[in-house]
């Protein structure tokens, strides 16, 4: 596993800190609201650090107001993949692009396999270095 106190896979926002509850959450995406930004929800079973596309879970939210509605969506999400990893991005448009302005995972599965570090030599003293999913080593069925 990479080295990280926590021992978990640490993308976004908050990735250090205990799990948010859904009130601190619900925190976050006002905060977020205020400034503009529209929230999406998405989910994956690849956490992978270069696996950033992750699936979409339903439409993003771009004219919410509310942050219950992003809860409620997140909480479906939960339901349905109750054993993935599970975020929320928020994208800025105001420069009239889309830019993300926050990101945090809201849910994990029990058990995070981690990753490994490769090393691999190569032409002359050049080392490369790959990232490993120990997930990958276990059949797909039993990933996560």
């Known amino acids: 596993m990479m080295t990280n106190p926590t021992g978990r896979v640490t993308q976004g926002q908050f990735s250090f800190l205990p799990d948010l509850t859904d009130a601190e959450i619900a925190l976050q995406v006002d905060y977020g ?4 930004y ?3 929800v998405e989910y994956t079973d690849d956490p992978h ?3 950033t596309y992750w699936e979409m879970f339903g ?3 771009f004219d919410l107001r509310d942050a219950a509605g992003v809860v409620h969506e997140m909480r479906e999400c939960r339901k349905t993949f109750p054993s993935h990893y599970i975020r929320l991005m928020a994208f800025d448009s105001t420069r009239g692009i889309e830019s993300i302005a926050m990101s945090f995972i809201v849910n994990r599965p029990v058990d995070e396999p981690g990753f490994g570090l490769v090393r691999q030599e190569a032409e002359g003293r050049a080392m490369r270095y790959t990232v490993h999913s120990y997930a990958a080593d276990r059949p ?4 996560y």
């Open 33 to 36: 609201l205020q400034r503009g």
């Open 38 to 40: 529209a929230w999406s």
């Open 49 to 51: 650090p270069r696996n």
């Open 140 to 143: 797909e069925s039993q990933r």
């Open 59 to 61: 439409m993003p939210m």
